[in-house]
């Protein structure tokens, strides 16, 4: 499915390009559950980087569960280094996440956690992020095209590999609402990537788009 959806594609000012990719970001829109949807050319990481610095801020919980956790720990407490609009970065085990009660303004989980082979139920983490007043942030790549309720997060990040079962090289940020902080970065803005201000993952998209079609989650 992936060799017959590729295609020679020249981004923009390609209309049948824009109609396909279109068609692509819509089914993902759908699965993922909100209303918008960024792509980028790059890896799950490169998402999850754009997206704790343009939406992170304020008071920052990571749900400890592994490798992949550390991970969103590193990248939030980068973006309380980088830009200043994180003020406080606390972790917390998967195991104790019952136990919060101080405020926070985010909440970041790598839900399904590949390097221990843990679920944290996602129902659970949303209802602790309205216990305290947070935003619910998710590294969905192990767990987009796989799990359902991904549009109980706020803001979401994954790329086309894994449970897209597409090909490598497109990843993908999907959320309801802007984010207010201001990058000052051309290629970490996320603004320039939702105005498709430099080259996209076009041929990866372009396979997805065959297989999207037999896709069930």
């Not at 399904?112 to 659970?124: D, W, Y």
Request: with cysteine; net charge negative.
């Amino acid at each position: 499915e992936n060799i017959y959806g590729l295609m020679p594609c020249f981004g923009r000012g390609d209309e049948d390009y824009l109609i396909l990719e279109d068609r692509v970001l819509n089914k993902l829109k759908e699965m993922s559950g909100h209303s918008q949807i960024v792509r980028l050319q790059g890896s799950a990481s490169l998402a999850l980087e754009i997206m704790s610095l343009n939406f992170l801020y304020g008071n920052v919980l990571v749900v400890d569960s592994g490798y992949y956790s550390d991970r969103l720990f590193y990248l939030a407490e980068n973006a309380s280094k980088t830009f200043k609009y994180v003020t406080k970065v606390d972790r917390i085990s998967w195991q104790s996440i019952g136990a919060v009660t101080n405020k926070y303004d985010w909440i970041l989980s790598c839900y399904v956690e590949t390097s221990l082979g843990i679920k944290i139920p996602l129902e659970t983490l949303k209802q602790m992020a309205e216990n305290i007043g947070a935003k619910l942030m998710l590294d969905a790549t192990a767990s987009i095209g796989l799990e359902k309720n991904h549009q109980l997060a706020d803001a979401i990040a994954f790329s086309s590999c894994k449970g897209l079962f597409g090909l490598t090289g497109a990843s993908f940020i999907s959320f309801n609402n802007l984010p207010i902080n201001q990058i000052s970065s051309f290629y970490l803005n996320i603004n320039n990537h939702i105005d498709k201000m430099m080259t996209g993952p076009y041929h990866s998209i372009a396979s997805l788009d065959e297989v999207l079609k037999n896709h069930t989650s």
